[in-house]
Each structure stands twice: as structure tokens, then as C-alpha cells.
């Protein structure tokens, strides 16, 4: 049974640097590292310390307010490194990895003595819990709760995203078996979202256990935020949870095999990289293994994730634990002479203020100036454009900068992510910082709730 | 030459930040230098890329949108001044008598506006905003050409300080600014503002100009629009004049072909907004029909679509009325907006004698309704969202 949904608002940034379809060679990372910061709200305990022996699989850390949600050691090898930032907060747990990985082994037993309580246990030790993450609030989903739905949108629609029916070529038992598990954990459905005006890879249509959803329209379509919106939105008091596909991937091998295999199909993409394809890889892995002699010259922003969500991490930085894509793109951080006033024919815009918008298949290759100052609100409607919710943003907005956590609630906090608003956030002409605002709002919010 | 510049700013540059010499005017060297150049500040959080456009180049586009009524003004103050005196003149004679009357005006405008602007940013320690580089031009442009210059400085000093700094600022008024300047002259100094002496220029020195405007001709029940009048002098006018704009009235309302130019430059490049716009032509047009029906006197009688070309309200409409922090905020709110500015405009202008034009109050009035509008919208919305969470919960 499939579902069409049609989004009409929003707008498909075209970058220079798509990654063809062919997998580069890479040889494997000396090192890999799991970031806490990663994993938004969790403040970590050490369970290792430097010089100590681990399996991929092994526990690294916890969070510090659910004890039960672990964080397991990607490859085996030794600890390298416990990097701190201020205030001695944990910034990386570095792994110096073995030639060969071993695994941890762990009892899954057969697929149909799995229950909600065994799958949970088995995921909360394996390290593979933090996959599944919640709305409201875009945290690690909570063991406790009892889900609605989950949810999994089974593409991408960012800016040089990469493509989920390739990467999960050839994977179509270990979905199935990912499937099968996490419906132990919701009474609800688990609905998959496929992209409408394409045909999607089997190992989606094919999948058994699932409501599928045809959506088709510009970015942010393939926003799971945005799906939960359309199919099923959340109410005060309710809680669906998301997971990316390779990630369900993942727990399904981990059921099959009791092994916790992070392997992971990554896209290097953006203008600045040479030869911008996909490469196999492990959870945590060095960029420079991808990057080195494959970027252009210049002053370059890598960064790990998408050019929206992402963060910047540089060459020699690591994969985060949620991304599926590098991308590299020019710094800006040249003044422009009379930029406000010059006609711009490379400047992206939604605004029909530069010529470009009479080019609608030109691609860019956009760098990461500001393209101006900070300003109070002053236009209005450019967010309605891009966010296809029936919510009002700017109100949104406003009421969290005021902190009226009431309003807040009445106007759809729950339903919202910092990664809805990041395309609000580009075209913002007040160039502000909407994304860190939700976040602060969701913070605050779980904050009152709790 | 971009070298030259830049080693100019990086120069001067250590005086004005902190612990140099003029650490305070840091924000007057901020707004210059970030005239000349776009900072070259990147992205720090959220999302990496932005788009191309920032307020400066949003405000020059309207600016851009208001050239034409500004150059046409500029002829018809000379056309009006040298035909209704009886005089020889050519197009160059006509637009430069305009010039020379209207570029005091603007000076006063920007010297005085951003004075002020610049003022609070230097005591407040932010950065300039770039609204009043919009609101400067379009104060001249909605004053009769003979206001005196001091009566003008008065009205920015009371626009921008009351009409937006007790505010906040840009982005935090409620009142349009230039309209406050507008209304601000309308209450303190009305024998300037209304009347037969003050929209041909230089009007007041000579007895046998009549220098009314239609619509006080049409106050005054006097037949002075008609397609009849053609030909008659100039205490009258056909349609055709009004739509091209050769009649008295503010430096830039009367043509409302050269608003429609402005608008389009507007709405193609999505600046200005479609929805208030169309809707408040709607509501203009349908009080003009109501008012054709009932008709008991000229203002009543006048075709609904000759009111659309008369007095300010094009201008106004186009210029005012889509001012985004002062109109409605919402999609839906702008409809009802839009359409409520249009349909007070006219009944404000037929129903009020004394000044019988309606555009003005209208969007004023609007100003001050438009959180109101914005409310109930955003509260139909919230409703929608309890009542399906009573659903789900059912």
C-alpha cells in the first residue's frame, strides 16, 4: 500500500559537485573517532580511558541522564585519545584501529523470538539505540517511550545529497531484517518514504512491513520532519521516532550476525573536490583518507554532512555519526566590492533580486559568505515559502526569542526540527541564525516538560 | 581601485574599533565601509551557504522601483509650474525648474533622516540599518513641492524618531515611517498640506492659478475630471491626464503610469507584495462601486476605476501599503489587509471633505490593525492544531 503526497513549497539549491555514482578506493583509517557532540543533550561518562584495549561493539561512554543509552566503539583497537574542550567537556573518544577488525559478539538469537524489551536491550548495549532519535525535540529517542510511528525517508533532497537507492544496492535482507526488528518497538506503523517521480531502488518497494509514501517536490521533501508533518503530525504528549535507512541497514546485520558492523556508504561531494563519488567506510572515519589529493587549492570548508545541517570539520576532520555526506565548498571570506549593488549572475537567491532566478537549471557553486549583515525582520513571507508546514515561522520564531514557552507550544514547536528551518535559515534576508534559534526553543521546551 | 579602497578602510580602520581614538563612531565607519563592501564575514552556524541577498540590496530595488515617479514628478512640477503660470517651456526647462525644487528636498530628507539613524546607531552601538535609505525618498516624494525646507526637516525628525527609534528601530515599528512624516505635517501644519496654494509650485505668489488638486476639485463639487474637460485649462482634467500624471498634486503621486512601472519592477523582482497589491485594488474597487451605486455627490459619482488613478492611492499602495513591517505579516493577513487599506482609502476620501484624500489614514489606519489581522490568522491556526490534538486524543 503506498501514499502520494505532494509538497509544493521550498526550493532545490543546485551545487556544483554532485558525486558521480562509482565507488572511489580508499584504504582504511589509522583512526576513528566518536564525537559526544554529536549526539545532541547527551552529556557523556566515560566507561574508557586512554591505553584501554577495545572490540567494535564495546561500550566507550553513556549519557549521563539515561544511563542505558551506550555508545560502542566502531572498529576495535586501542584508545588514543580523549580529547576535552572547555570546562574538560569530552570532545572526541579516538580510536587507534587494528589492521583486521574483531567484533564484539553479542546473543541476538533467531528473528522470531525478538521482542520490544530484547530488541531494546540488545540495541541499548550494542551501541546502536542513539540511531533512533525522536520528535519532539530531535534528541536520542528515549527507551521508555512507547512511539507513535517511526518514521524512515528513504532519500534525501539537500543540496548535493547523497542517493539511498545506491547506497543500499544489495542490501535488501539486511533492511527487511531492520525492519522486522524495529517494528518490535512501536504498536504503530513504520512508515517509509520513497521518492515519488523516481523509481525507487527495490530494497525499498519491496520492503515487507511498512506504509510506503510516494513524495514528490522540491527540498525539503526528503525532510522526515516535514513527511511526520504531512502523514501523521505530532501532538502535545506524543513522541514517533526516525532512523536513516543505512541505518536500519545496520541493525538488521546486527541481528542477523550479532556483530555491530558500522560500516557505512558515505558521498564526498561539493566544487572543491576533484573527483566527488562514493566510498565505503566506517562510522568515524578520517576525511583526509577520501580527500587527500582530491580537493582543489584554496581556502576550503569541509564540512561533514550537508551544506545546510552539517558542521565544519576541515581535512583532516572526522565523520559524523548522523552523516551520509562530505562536502567541501569554498570559504568566502573575501569583502566584495559593491556586492549588494552588483548584478550577482552567480548568486544563488529565492528572491528574483538576481538574475540568476531566470536560469532555473544553472548550477552553483556557492561559497560560505554571509552575503550581508544581521538584521532585525524586516521582510516577511520568504520563510512560508521554503518551510511546506502549516505552521507560521516567523512567529515561531519570534516566540522563542521572547522565551513564551505557551506560544511556543501553540504554534507547533513539537513538530519542528533545527533541520526544517535550515533552508528559512538561506534565504533568510535578515541573515539570521534560525536554526540555533529552534534549537534553543526545542532545549527550552524539553527543558519546561521535564 | 577595490586595492585602493580597501587599503583606505584597513587604514583607517584601528581609530574606530575598541580603544582607538573614535572608538565610539565605530558604527558610522561600519556603515561606510559595509556600503563599499559586502563583509567578508562567513557563515559560523547552521547552514553554510546563504543567499545572495541581504536588506541593502533589497531597499536599493525599491529605490530602483521609485525612479520613474521621482523623474516624472520632477517634469510635471515644471509642467505645472510654467503651464498654469502661463509660460514658455520645453521637457529640459520643465524637468530641471522640478530638479531644482525637489533635490533640496531630498537632500534635507537624507541629511536629516540619516543623521538621526546614524545618531542612535553611534548611542545604542549598533549598526546602521538600512530602512530609512528607503523611507528618505519617499518622504519628498508624498509633500507638496512648495512645503518649506525647515517644515520637512521637522517631519523626518518626528518620523524617525517617534514614528521608529522609540521602537527599536527598522524591522520594529508599527507606523509607517514616511506616512508619519505625512500625517505628522497633515495635523501640525495643514494650511502646507491641503488646500489650492500649495501643489503647483510657486502657486501661492500668483492670484489666478487655481492649483488644486482633482480630488479637492471634487470635494468642492466642482466638475474638474471628465473626458468633456479636454482642452478646458487647468482647472480641469480628463482621465487620460490623471493616469499620465500631468496634474497637481504631491512631487511623486500623480502619474500613476509611472507607479505601474515601479510596481511591475516591484512584483517581478518579488520585492514588493503581489497579494497586497491585487487585493488592495479589490477593495478600492469594489468601495468605488459601492459608492457608484449610491451616488449623491461627485466624489460618489466618480467611476470607480477613475478613482484608482486620481489623488495617492496608487502611490500609496505600491510604496506604502507593502511595506513589510508595518503591513500585515501573515499570507492570509495581507489579503485582508490589502484589501481593507483599498476599501477605506476611497470611503475615507469621499466621506471626509477636509482632506479629501483617503490613501494616507487608510494604510495608517491598517498600520495599527495589521498585528490585529496577523493574531486572528495565526490564532485560526493554533485552533486547528488543539482541535487535532483533541481528535488524536479521542
Known amino acids: ?146 512511539p507513535k510511528a517511526i518514521f524512515i525517508s528513504a532519500f534525501d533532497s539537500a543540496p548535493l545529497a547523497p542517493d539511498y537507492d545506491f547506497m543500499l544496492e544489495g542490501r535488501e535482507t539486511d533492511f527487511q531484517a531492520g525492519i522486522d526488528a524495529l517494528s518490535c518497538l512501536t504498536e504503530g506503523k513504520i512508515h517509509l518514504s520513497v521518492r515519488g517521480k523516481s523509481a525507487p531502488a527495490k530494497v525499498f518497494t519491496e520492503a515487507k512491513g511498512v506504509e510506503r509514501h510516494n513524495v514528490t517536490g522540491p527540498h525539503p521533501a526528503g525532510n522526515v520532519g516535514i513527511q511526520i508533518h504531512h502523514i501523521d503530525p505530532i501532538n502535545k504528549g506524543e513522541v514517533v521516532w526516525y532512523v536513516n535507512p543505512q541505518d536500519v541497514a545496520t541493525i538488521g546485520r546486527f541481528f542477523a ?194 | 581601485m577595490k586595492k585602493l579602497l580597501r587599503n583606505f578602510f584597513d587604514g583607517i580602520k584601528p581609530n574606530f574599533e575598541k580603544g582607538g581614538k573614535f572608538e565610539k563612531f565605530h558604527p558610522a565607519l561600519d556603515a561606510f565601509e559595509t556600503f563599499v563592501f559586502v563583509p567578508g564575514e562567513t557563515t559560523h552556524s547552521g547552514a553554510h551557504i546563504r543567499d545572495g541577498i541581504d536588506l541593502k540590496r533589497t531597499m536599493f530595488f525599491v529605490i530602483i522601483a521609485l525612479v520613474p515617479s521621482l523623474l516624472f514628478g520632477m517634469y510635471n512640477i515644471g509642467f505645472q509650474h510654467y503651464s498654469q503660470l502661463g509660460e514658455e517651456f520645453t521637457l529640459m526647462s520643465a524637468f530641471l525648474f522640478g530638479l531644482w525644487k525637489v533635490l533640496p528636498m531630498i537632500v534635507i530628507s537624507y541629511g536629516v533622516g540619516l543623521g538621526i539613524e546614524f545618531l542612535f546607531a553611534i548611542i545604542r552601538g549598533h549598526q546602521v540599518n538600512e530602512g530609512y535609505l528607503v523611507t528618505g525618498m519617499l518622504i519628498p516624494l508624498i509633500m507638496p513641492v512648495d512645503l518649506p525646507l525647515w517644515m520637512l526637516a521637522v517631519a523626518v525628525v518626528f518620523a524617525v524618531i517617534i514614528g521608529k527609534e522609540v521602537f527599536g528601530g527598522t524591522g520594529m515599528n508599527i507606523l509607517n515611517p514616511a506616512l508619519t512624516a505625512r500625517a505628522f505635517l497633515f495635523f501640525a501644519y495643514p494650511t502646507y498640506m491641503s488646500g489650492n496654494a500649495v501643489w503647483v509650485a510657486d502657486a501661492g505668489t500668483v492670484d489666478a492659478i487655481s492649483g488644486e488638486t482633482i480630488l479637492g476639485g471634487l470635494a468642492a463639487a466642482k466638475e474638474v475630471l471628465s473626458q468633456a474637460a479636454a482642452g478646458t485649462g487647468y482647472d480641469s482634467w480628463t482621465p487620460m491626464e490623471a493616469f499620465l500624471g500631468l496634474i497637481p498634486g504631491s512631487v511623486g503621486e500623480t502619474s500613476t503610469l509611472a507607479i505601474i512601472l515601479g510596481a511591475a519592477f516591484l512584483l517581478w523582482t518579488g520585492i514588493g507584495s503581489w497579494r497586497i497589491m491585487l487585493s488592495g485594488l479589490l477593495g478600492a474597487s469594489l468601495m468605488g462601486l459601492i459608492f457608484n451605486a449610491f451616488s449623491v455627490n461627485l466624489l460618489m459619482a466618480t467611476p470607480w476605476y477613475e478613482h484608482l488613478v486620481i489623488g495617492g492611492f496608487a502611490f500609496g499602495l505600491v510604496f506604502m501599503a507593502t511595506d513589510p513591517v508595518s503591513a500585515a505579516q501573515t499570507t492570509k493577513g495581507k489579503w485582508i489587509y490589502g484589501f481593507l487599506v483599498g476599501f477605506f482609502a476611497i470611503m475615507i476620501r469621499v466621506f471626509n471633505p477636509a482632506y479629501p484624500e483617503g490613501i494616507m489614514l487608510a494604510i495608517l489606519l491598517m498600520n495599527v490593525f495589521a498585528p490585529l489581522i496577523d493574531h486572528y490568522v495565526v490564532q485560526a491556526n493554533v485552533k486547528k492544531r488543539m482541535k487535532r490534538m483533541n481528535t488524536a486524543k479521542a
Open chain 1, 1 to 146: 500500500m503506498s501514499k502520494d503526497i505532494k509538497i509544493k513549497r521550498g526550493v532545490d539549491i543546485k551545487l556544483v559537485g554532485a558525486a558521480d555514482k562509482v565507488y572511489g578506493d580508499v584504504s582504511p583509517s589509522e583512526t576513528y573517532v566518536i564525537k559526544p557532540t554529536d549526539f545532541h543533550g547527551v552529556v557523556p561518562k566515560l566507561l574508557v580511558a586512554e591505553g584501554d584495549e577495545v572490540l567494535a561493539g564495546d561500550q566507550l561512554f553513556y549519557s549521563k541522564d539515561e544511563e542505558r543509552v551506550r555508545f560502542t566503539a566502531p572498529v576495535s583497537g586501542e584508545i588514543a585519545e580523549i580529547k576535552r574542550g572547555n570546562k574538560r567537556k569530552i570532545l572526541e573518544v579516538k580510536i587507534l584501529a587494528d589492521k583486521e577488525v574483531r567484533y564484539k559478539q553479542f546473543e541476538t538469537g533467531a528473528q522470531a523470538d525478538l521482542s520490544k524489551e530484547k530488541v531494546t536491550g540488545l540495541m541499548l548495549d550494542a551501541g546502536l539505540w542513539p540511531m533512533l532519535r525522536q520528535r519532539p525535540y530531535d534528541v536520542t529517542a528515549n527507551p521508555d517511550d512507547a
Open chain 1, 257 to 450: 550476525e550479532g556483530k555491530y558492523d558500522a560500516s557505512r556508504t558515505i558521498a564526498v561531494a561539493g566544487s572543491e573536490v576533484n573527483q566527488a563519488r562514493y566510498f565505503k567506510v566506517v562510522t568515524g572515519v578520517q576525511l583526509s583518507r577520501m580527500l587527500e589529493g582530491n580537493l582543489k587549492e584554496g581556502n576550503i570548508r569541509v564540512i561533514s554532512g550537508n551544506v545546510l545541517t552539517g558542521s565544519k570539520v576541515g581535512a583532516d576532520g572526522y565523520l559524523g555519526f548522523y552523516d551520509h555526506v562530505v562536502t567541501a565548498i569554498p570559504e568566502g571570506d573575501e569583502p566584495e566590492l559593491f556586492g549588494w549593488i552588483a548584478p550577482g549572475f552567480d548568486k544563488f537567491s529565492i528572491s528574483r533580486a538576481f538574475p540568476s532566478w531566470m536560469m532555473p537549471g544553472k548550477k552553483y557553486a556557492l561559497d560560505t559568505n554571509m552575503h550581508g549583515e544581521k538584521r532585525a525582520f524586516v521582510v516577511t513571507g520568504e520563510y512560508e515559502r521554503v518551510l511546506p508546514m502549516d505552521i507560521y515561522p516567523q512567529q515561531l520564531l519570534k516566540s522563542i526569542m521572547v522565551g513564551d514557552v505557551e506560544a511556543m507550544e501553540q504554534l507547533g514547536i513539537y513538530e519542528v526540527s533545527p533541520e526544517d528551518f535550515a533552508l528559512c535559515e538561506v534565504v533568510c534576508t535578515s541573515k539570521m541564525d534560525l536554526q540555533k534559534t529552534i534549537r534553543e526553543g526545542l532545549d527550552t521546551i524539553k527543558h519546561e516538560m521535564s
